[in-house]
Nanobody, 115 residues
Framework: QVQLQESGGGLVQAGGSLSLSCAAS????????MGWYRQAPGNQRELVAA???????SYADSVKGRFAVSRHNAKNTVYPQMDGLKPEDTAVYFC?????????WGKGILVTVSS
């Protein structure tokens, strides 16, 4: 059974940094896309950052220039580095691993940015 485990969340002051990680366990196969989503109270889940197996990266406009995502294919792990955090970045962050026909989700990890 495949499981995704997020780690690294917590409380940080505005302007600070956090590093998250998400590791997969189980037989997951080849993952095309590894990404991070977030959901704030009352909001829909939104894509924050993603990286393809070939290394192409994409970011939500709201985090461009502040967040950087990377992946380690052999370890089935994806890492977002979040700098310059703002109170509006407060949300539950979910990692997602996608390949054709299959999506795996982590349970989510809370990031709180205080002003």
């Amino acid at each position: 059974q495949v499981q995704l485990q997020e780690s690294g969340g917590g409380l940080v002051q505005a302007g600070g940094s956090l590093s998250l990680s998400c590791a997969a366990s189980g037989s997951i196969g080849s993952i095309n896309l590894m990404g991070w989503y977030r959901q704030a109270p009352g909001n829909q889940r939104e894509l924050v950052a993603a990286v393809t197996s070939g290394g192409y990266k994409s970011y939500a406009d709201s985090v461009k220039g502040r967040f950087a995502v990377s992946r380690h294919n052999a370890k089935n792990t994806v890492y977002p580095q979040m700098d310059g955090l703002k109170p509006e970045d407060t949300a539950v962050y979910f990692c997602n691993f996608h390949r054709v026909g299959v999506d795996y989700w982590g349970k989510g990890i809370l990031v709180t940015v205080s002003s």
